[in-house]
């Protein structure tokens, strides 16, 4: 596995739409693994592949096992992702981005999501998700759609280069606020 460089706001490939995958081949398996190990090394949650300049439908999420959430330790890997459903209900939560270091804002997502994709063995499944999962599904799909959450957000301020992930999870506090 290697960690891949992740390209940053200012190249025009993430406001590109990423290309279908007709199936799963070793070059997608091997992709994967390291779209995994360059989250993890970015202590990122999520990724899509055209963060680390690869144009194809294809997102990872990884949840840390550490966190109080119910999907804590969860690790998925989807190719095609697309919405099939999603809740009328919103929530807004605060969301990072590693492609945009030392930002953070409140973006409105749907508060649960059905999921249709291809898993790693090429077989077309669907994915409910709730919650955080449900907020990393859509953001990292948006990137594969050429959208960013700053594209979405109601509003954004600067953090700490390298605190996106902990104040989207609620650790660390936003560089603007009153402790």
């Known amino acids: 596995m290697t960690v891949r460089p992740i390209i940053y706001s200012d190249d025009p490939v993430l406001r ?28 990122g949650v999520g ?3 055209v963060q680390v300049g690869v144009p194809w439908r294809v997102i990872i999420a990884n949840i840390p ?13 989807l190719v095609n992702p697309e919405l099939a459903r999603a809740s009328d209900e919103l929530e807004e939560g605060v ?15 749907h508060k649960s999501v ?5 898993d790693m063995q090429g077989k077309k499944i669907r994915l409910r998700a709730e919650g955080y999962l449900a ?14 959450f700053i594209d979405k957000a109601a509003e954004v301020w600067p953090v700490k280069e390298g605190d996106e992930e902990r104040v989207e999870a609620g650790f660390a506090a936003p560089a603007n606020a009153m402790i």
């Open 16 to 43: 590109q739409k990423s290309r279908r995958i007709p199936r799963v081949t070793p070059e997608i398996e091997h992709l994967v693994d390291d779209m995994f190990e360059t989250a993890d090394a970015a202590y």
């Open 47 to 49: 990724l899509a592949a």
């Open 65 to 77: 096992g550490d966190l109080q959430d119910p999907d804590a330790g969860t690790a998925v890997a």
């Open 95 to 109: 969301e990072g981005c590693l492609s945009i270091p030392g930002w953070v804002g409140k973006v409105e997502r």
């Open 114 to 118: 059905v999921v249709k994709a291809m």
């Open 135 to 148: 907020r990393i599904l859509q953001h990292e799909i948006d990137h594969l759609d050429g959208v960013l």
